[in-house]
């Protein structure tokens, strides 16, 4: 059994690794991306987003289907999805092929983090877990500071495409590992029928308020976001009428779960936007290479990977509240940092504001997901990793978001050259009040959150 634990563990935190990698070393690459095609700031800034956008829309949708068809047989999809698209990334003749296949490799993403926390659910008992996660956090920021030197010296070295090239041997071995290490599949929900129609509501949701959010400005923009609040309406009055729904909003009822949640979208939408701020300030304002950028940025991730396995293991002794809310305290005074960020900031104040947030992510991420996941039975682990992930990556896309908007208020279509410096300046300014704001207030949710029974949902 323990075999079995280590290779599970090992898989999910390969693939784990590889995606963050990847959102990372684009965005460092996106300079160089603009420049070869020519792209202003707004379109520049959908490449990374429709990357995420894909894993919010579709990951929900893919962690039910794994419930069902079995979540090994998903990871594994995913993971050839992934690596297909990456080769077609890397081969792109226009950014508007660049922004399809990022879409593609978004797709592939959702079915490889769906499945992810579900797997090791799967394998390691309650009083496990908090490790287990405490390494998987650690290697998806792993992926993230990877990203930032390796990928920061590969683009330098050999251009923006060598970045998705590297995804594919290791994704040929990924594929390899499950094919034959691998020989269960945990399915906690066979022989029910997968919502189809659920699915496809909630995929539009999603990219109707993305969409709607980052067009805010316009009338189609409102038209949007009003949409996909009668779309939330429609989908939950719908999930609640069928036999088995793709989220069964009793879930929702465990105040554990929703607050642990909550919180995971809250913190995502806080950071998300920090790494692709600093790098254009960075290589725009400072001058810094993509490598030097990268080496700046490192802390951050790096203060995650190296904490995420000590604050696992805490979690698995201590009330998860008390580390999570100290780890959101943490968060939220290094955005406020941010606010202050200038020309003429000091390299040292932007490295100990990265510190700080790395810090206090590292302190809130495994904590949290031990929280939402020991709240449920197992019979939903695909169903909640989902949920937990479909977090992530809404409170990513909606991070991104901001930041789109705000480009639109203060930028419009122009490209980021020297006279329009204080306004992306302004911009950024902007950006980081919202995010302190918005963590803020969730620290006191997670200092409320209680104690409930876990939940197996079983009819």
Known sequence: MNNLKNTVLITVVLGSFLIPFMGTSLNIALPSIGAEFTLNAILLSWIPTVFILANAALILPFGR??????RKKIFLYGVITYTFASFLAA??????????????????????????VALISSVFQP?????????????VYTGIFSGLILGGFLIQELGWRSIFLFNIPFGVLLI??????????????????FDFIGSILFFFIIIALMQGFSSLTTNLG????????????????????IKHPLLKTSIFKNRVFTISILSILIINLGTTSITFLLSLYFQYLKLFSPETAGIILILNPLSVAVLSPFAGRIS???????????????????????????????LEFIIFSLILVGTGLALFSSPATNAAMNSVGKKIYGTASATVSTMVFTGQVLSMGIVILIFDIYLGNAQIIPQYYPLFLKSANIAFIVYTIICFVAI????????????SLEN
């Not at 877990?129 to 650690?138: E, L, S, T």
């Not at 006191?444 to 876990?454: E, R, S």
């Open 316 to 346: 698995d002794k201590i009330d998860t509240r008390i580390i999570a809310s100290i780890g959101m305290t943490i968060t939220t005074i290094g955005l406020f940092l941010f606010t202050f960020l200038n020309e003429n900031t000091p």
């Open 176 to 193: 390899l590992i499950v094919l034959f290490e691998l020989k269960s599949d945990w399915s906690g929900s066979e022989g029910e029928k």
């Open 444 to 455: 006191f949710a997670l200092i409320l959150m209680g104690k409930d029974k876990a939940i």
């Open 91 to 116: 081969i792109s003749p226009s950014g508007i092929l660049l922004l399809i296949f990022s879409f593609l490799q978004g797709i592939g993403c959702s079915m490889i983090f769906g499945t992810g």
């Open 65 to 70: 289907l794994a419930d069902i068809k079995g």
């Open 222 to 241: 409102k038209f949007l976001i009003l949409a996909g609040l009668l779309g939330i309406f429609i989908f939950l009055k719908y999930e609640n009428k």
């Open 127 to 139: 009083k496990e877990r908090g490790r287990a996660y405490g390494i998987y956090v650690a290697s």
